[in-house]
């Protein structure tokens, strides 16, 4: 078995973000930060089980994830960014 966590994808001290943490990031997904890990982590995730992954399936991927801050619109944002980039691979 393996674990990897939020800071095992990549970090600022490393200088190397993954680009779902970018994408968090750069299109406002993080207010507060709090939630920010679990939806890194689902959409990371769901990106590992679908290489090309429809909108719905990404959305999928982050049912159960709760933020109070962002209204989730920045969220779905990064996501939307996210399914782009990985379909252009």
């Known amino acids: 078995m393996e674990v990897t966590t939020v800071e095992g994808l990549g970090s600022t001290r490393?200088?190397?973000l993954h680009p779902v943490?970018?994408?968090m990031a750069n299109l406002f997904g993080?207010?507060?930060g709090f939630c920010t890990p679990g939806f890194v982590m689902s959409i990371h995730s769901a990106l590992q089980k679908f290489p090309a992954?429809?909108?719905h399936q990404?959305?999928?991927s982050i049912d159960g994830n709760l933020c109070r801050c962002?209204?989730?619109r920045p969220i779905v944002d990064a996501l939307r960014s996210t399914r782009e980039s990985s379909l252009r691979r």
């Open 14 to 16: 490393s200088g190397k």
């Open 21 to 23: 943490q970018d994408k």
């Open 30 to 32: 993080s207010q507060c």
């Open 53 to 55: 992954p429809s909108l």
């Open 58 to 60: 990404l959305e999928k």
């Open 70 to 72: 962002t209204g989730y």
